[in-house]
């Protein structure tokens, strides 16, 4: 895609030069002005050359529209296949392929994993119909992302299953970030008490754990987040 739009650009930068150094040569060449205008046979062939400039001008701004509506689209289709529909965030694919990762060789002793359940989920749904219970998911994931602040990976691992992994992870990092999740469930219980969020949430370092692998360090953290 990139070498396509670099090469498109390039094109009609080109197109553009050549067009103004013609009509530069032109205008600055009176003799040469006075024999288009003079021979009918040259002011044919002036205008089938600027016709073609303007057919290859329309066809690359063509070109332009056509990569900008594919960049869109294949956009739009990253997100469908990589996002969770109802939050935005990592799905449980994306989650999946970030752990694959890390599937051979040693993985980092600063990595950290942060799981969390969202506990009352089915209660929700029985008191406020499922569209009550998407707007607690929602409501929760934005939570996660305000806390993570970009500064780890957030992905929905399924249900009602949240997933924050951490690179250069300390103790001190994780619980600020625990602090921050339960701050906002707080703020978001005590404007919404009907439908107030309930979750729990499991860690696992691996500078303590010392996981074979990053699915091992995960599920670590998800026990924890279950028990």
């Not at 016709?51 to 070109?63: K, Q, R």
Request: hydrophobic share 45%; aromatic share 10%; proline share 1%.
């Amino acid at each position: 895609m990139k070498r396509f739009d670099v090469i498109k650009t390039v094109q009609l930068i080109l197109l553009v030069l050549c067009t103004a150094a013609g009509l530069l040569i032109i205008f600055n060449n009176h003799e040469l002005y006075s024999m288009i205008a003079a021979d009918r046979s040259i002011r044919m062939l002036a205008l089938l050359l600027w016709v073609v400039l303007g057919i290859s001008f329309a066809f690359l701004f063509y070109d332009f529209n056509s990569y900008a509506d594919l960049r869109r689209e294949n956009s739009e289709l990253d997100h469908a296949v990589y996002s969770d529909a109802l939050t935005g965030i990592a799905n449980r694919y994306s989650v999946d392929l970030y752990i694959q990762r890390f599937a051979e060789g040693v993985i980092p002793a600063d990595m950290g994993c942060v799981t969390l359940d969202l506990l009352n989920l089915s209660e929700i749904n029985k008191a406020h119909g499922h569209a009550g219970g998407d707007a607690a998911i929602q409501a929760f994931s934005e939570t996660l992302s305000n806390a993570a602040g970009g500064i780890c990976f957030l992905g929905r691992n399924g249900g009602n299953k949240f997933v924050a992994i951490f690179r250069e992870s300390t103790e001190k990092r994780i619980a600020g970030f625990l602090e921050a999740v339960e701050t906002g469930i707080n703020h978001y219980n005590e404007a919404h008490p009907d439908a107030a969020i309930k979750y729990h949430a499991g860690t696992a370092l691996q500078q303590k754990e010392q996981a074979a692998s990053l699915a091992e360090l995960v599920a670590l953290s998800d026990r924890r987040a279950s028990a």
